[in-house]
């Protein structure tokens, strides 16, 4: 059975960091582009970061370049996003999410649609 667990997600005030973890099992983690999506209330989901199967290639949000970080330990089977200069805007339920297609990084632009597995979420909330 696969399963994708978050963890890290908090509350804390603009400015400060957070970092979000994703553990994975019931499947192939190395060879699985991940990706992180957000999900703000009332708002449709949105891609923010997404790695590929060996962590040499990742693509960002424009919203969150320069303050996120996406990274993966394929001995641990875990993808990480780190989380700097935090914005009240960042708040939202963030999930992970695993997929075999070759062309996962356009996945980011299509906020996730086409990803094959997907976590239940950790909510982060940024206070201004």
């Known amino acids: 059975e696969v399963n994708l667990v978050e963890s890290g997600g908090g509350s804390v005030e603009a400015g400060g960091s957070l970092r979000l973890s994703c553990a994975a099992s019931g499947y192939n983690f190395k060879n699985y582009c991940m990706g992180w999506f957000r999900q703000a209330p009332e708002k449709g989901r949105e891609g923010v970061a997404v790695?590929?199967?060996?962590?040499?290639?990742?693509t960002y949000a424009d919203s969150v370049k320069g303050r996120f970080v996406i990274s993966r330990d394929n001995s641990k089977n875990i993808v990480y996003l780190q989380m700097d200069s935090l914005k009240p805007e960042d708040t939202a339920m963030y999930y992970c999410?695993?997929?075999?297609?070759?062309?996962?990084?356009?996945?980011?632009?299509?906020?996730?649609?086409?990803?094959?597995?997907w976590g239940k979420g950790t909510l982060v909330t940024i206070s201004s």
């Open positions: 790695i590929d199967y060996d962590g040499t290639t990742t």
């Open positions: 999410a695993a997929t075999m297609t070759n062309t996962c990084l356009s996945l980011l632009s299509k906020a996730g649609d086409g990803m094959d597995y």
